[in-house]
């Protein structure tokens, strides 16, 4: 369906650059306790990193100057919260993406699924090509 990111932010306007995990060493990053970042981010020790319980208080903290970068995933969560914090941000660096799909099961469904499987795939593909997943994104983000 789409590729989720996990990336760095930063406010809008603040003229930090990071393009390379090395450039965030020794920079004050937000994360979320419990969350996995990839496995070179979360094993880096000479980034640091501030803890916080949930993506709210990770924008929350952004917003209010306290930390200069957040990491978490672009799409969905920390890009809405964001917009609804009136918190702009901007990606720095993107440290992983892992596809997300959608599955049909064979035994439920048996040929039924293929057939829905390959009229979702068109569909959903039209309606990338026509910008309406754009147009919904847009309300959001």
């Known amino acids: 369906m789409h590729i989720e990111k996990t990336v760095i932010l930063a406010r809008k306007g603040t003229g930090m650059k990071a393009t390379r995990l090395e450039e965030l060493e020794g920079k004050r990053v937000g994360v979320v306790r419990g969350y996995m970042y990839g496995t070179e981010f979360d094993s880096n020790q000479k980034i640091k990193k501030i803890v916080c319980n949930n993506d709210e208080q990770l924008v929350r903290i952004l917003g209010r100057g306290r930390v200069p970068l957040i990491a978490g995933a672009e799409e969905g969560s920390m890009r809405y919260l964001c917009k ?24 439920a469904l048996g040929e039924r699924g293929k057939v829905l499987a390959e009229k979702f795939s068109k569909a959903l593909r039209q309606l990338k090509e026509e910008g309406f997943i754009k147009k919904i994104e847009s309300r959001y983000f």
């Open 84 to 107: 609804q914090a009136n918190v702009e941000v901007e990606v720095l660096c993107v440290l992983n993406g892992i596809p997300s799909y959608i599955g049909f099961s064979k035994k």
